[in-house]
C-alpha cells in the first residue's frame, strides 16, 4: 500500500464550479501536512500547510481528519488557471509526496 | 532571484552511459534533496542532504550517487545510465531537514532519457 494515495482523475470541471480532492495516508504518526501545486511540465510549488483545525487562503480551503487519516483540498468558483496537478504531501520526518490529482477547469 | 538552478533541463543518454546532473542554491538553505517523478508513482526520493558534509539515501537510491560540493550545490550522479532511469530529475533545497513549514523549492526539472 503506498503511503500517501490519491486519485490521479483527471476531473473535468466547468468554470465556477466547486471541486474536492481527498489524500489518504497510512503513517498514523504523520507530522504535518500540505498541497502542492504543479503546472504541466513545471516544477511542484507549495499551495499551502493543512491545519488540525482546518484552514483557506482565499478559494482555497484545506482540511484534516487525523481519525480517518485523510486531508482535503476544496476549491471554489474554480478558474481557468487552476488547472493544474494538485499534491498531497505528508510529513512523516520525510516529506511523502502523492502522485497528484490532476484537474482540469473547461470554460 | 535565481532559487534552484539545476542543469541540463534536457539529456539523452545511450545505457551504460555516465552523467552528472548538476544543482545550486541560493537561498543559503542547510538542506538540498534529489527526487525522480514517473508517471503514476509521484515524486520520490533518491538521495538528500541534511546539511552540508552530510548526504543519506532516500526511498530509490540504487544506481545514483551524490555530492554535496558545498552549502550551495548537490550533485547527482548516474555512473552507467539503464533504461530504468528514464525520468524527471527535480533537485530541491529546505531551509532545515524538520520540514516545519513543509517549504521545498524546486529547481525546473532535468529531462532525462536513456535509450
Known amino acids: 500500500r503506498k503511503e500517501v494515495e490519491q486519485d490521479p482523475g483527471p476531473f473535468n470541471v466547468p468554470e465556477g464550479a466547486t471541486v474536492a480532492f481527498n489524500c489518504t495516508y497510512s503513517n498514523s504518526a504523520s507530522q504535518s501536512f500540505f498541497w502542492y501545486r504543479q503546472d504541466c511540465r513545471k516544477e511542484p510549488k507549495l499551495l499551502m500547510s493543512v491545519y488540525s483545525s482546518g484552514n483557506e487562503d482565499g478559494r482555497f480551503t484545506a482540511q484534516l481528519n487525523r481519525a480517518s487519516q485523510y486531508i482535503s483540498l476544496l476549491i471554489r468558483d474554480s478558474k481557468l488557471s487552476d488547472s493544474a496537478t494538485y499534491l498531497c504531501?505528508?510529513?512523516?520526518?520525510?516529506?511523502?509526496f502523492g502522485q497528484g490529482t490532476t484537474l482540469q477547469v473547461k470554460p | 532571484n535565481a532559487g534552484v538552478t539545476q542543469t541540463p533541463k534536457f539529456q539523452v543518454l545511450k545505457t551504460g552511459q555516465s552523467m552528472t546532473l548538476q544543482c545550486a542554491q541560493d537561498?543559503?538553505?542547510?538542506?538540498m534533496y534529489w527526487y525522480r517523478q514517473d508517471p503514476g508513482m509521484g515524486l520520490r526520493l533518491i538521495y538528500y542532504s541534511a546539511s552540508e558534509g552530510t548526504t543519506d539515501k532516500g526511498e530509490v537510491p540504487n544506481g545514483y550517487n551524490v555530492s554535496r560540493l558545498n552549502k550551495r550545490e548537490f550533485s547527482l550522479r548516474l555512473e552507467s545510465a539503464a533504461p530504468s532511469q528514464t525520468s524527471v530529475y527535480f533537485c530541491a533545497s529546505s531551509e532545515n531537514q524538520r520540514m516545519n513549514t513543509g517549504e521545498l523549492f524546486f529547481g525546473e526539472g532535468s529531462r532525462l532519457t536513456v535509450l
Open positions: 504531501v505528508v510529513n512523516t520526518g520525510k516529506l511523502i
Open positions: 537561498m543559503n538553505h542547510n538542506s
